[in-house]
């Protein structure tokens, strides 16, 4: 199983501020994904990255921002939070090939 | 329109008995499918896979069967455990696509004891 990291595990904050949701993983896996899920809902892919200095935006529109600069590290910021940004943000990481991939614990994030 | 279709929210099933969780998608071109398990402030855990060149993988109590022609694939658990009590997801993937996973909106289980 991949050892794969997501810090805070919980985040309470005001609209309009600018957080970073941290997603690490030490497992050497080139590609990267972020995922939310609302509760009862499907997860909904909303970035991803093949490697270093590679990222696109999913299915689902977000306005948040990704960037690749380690391998290992692949963090998530939002500029200006709002209530509707209120999600679990759900981080996971894929060997090449079939690429199972392996998820985070998670980031609940409850903008007021 | 939703690719990967589980049409059971939920499934209560008696400890010891087969659970079976059933998954339906669209698009023929999926080639490998997964399903995670995940409690309620936490992440998937991977459980099981097939790839679309199989029609069955077992390991341990789960087995995953696919039946192409149908676009179906399901998921048993012999025998079934109170702590397999919790929301369980399949995902599709396809190659070429930076194996971005499409999933279910998950079934709920609960083992009663």
């Known amino acids: 199983e991949a050892d794969i990291y997501q810090t805070p595990r919980y985040l309470v904050i005001g609209t309009g501020k600018k957080i970073t949701l941290e997603c690490s993983q030490t497992?050497?896996?080139?590609?990267m994904y972020w995922y939310q899920q609302d509760p009862g809902m499907e997860l909904h892919l909303i970035h991803y990255?093949?490697?270093?200095?590679?990222?696109e935006k999913g299915d689902l529109s977000s306005e948040s921002t990704v960037s690749r600069i380690r391998t290992e590290h692949f963090p998530l910021t939002l500029e200006s939070a709002r209530p509707s940004h209120t999600s679990q943000y759900l981080c996971?990481?894929?060997?090449?090939?079939?690429?199972?991939?392996?998820f985070g614990p998670g980031t609940r994030l409850l903008v007021l | 329109d939703q690719q990967v279709k589980q049409n059971s929210p939920s499934l209560s099933v008696q400890e010891g008995r087969i659970s079976i969780l059933n998954c339906d998608y669209t698009?023929?071109?999926?080639?490998?499918f997964l399903w995670y398990k995940k409690y309620p402030a936490e992440g998937p855990t991977f459980l099981i896979s097939i790839s679309s060149i199989k029609d069955k993988n077992e390991d341990g109590r789960f087995t995953v069967f696919l039946n192409k022609s149908a676009k179906h694939l399901s998921l048993h658990i012999v025998p079934s455990q109170p702590g397999d009590s919790a929301v369980y997801f399949c995902a599709a993937s396809l190659s070429g696509s930076a194996r971005q996973l499409t999933f279910g909106s998950g079934t709920q289980l609960t083992v009663l004891p």
């Open positions: 698009n023929s071109m999926f080639d490998y």
């Open positions: 990255s093949y490697g270093v200095n590679s990222t």
């Open positions: 497992m050497g896996h080139d590609k």
């Open positions: 996971a990481s894929s060997r090449g090939g079939l690429g199972t991939q392996y």
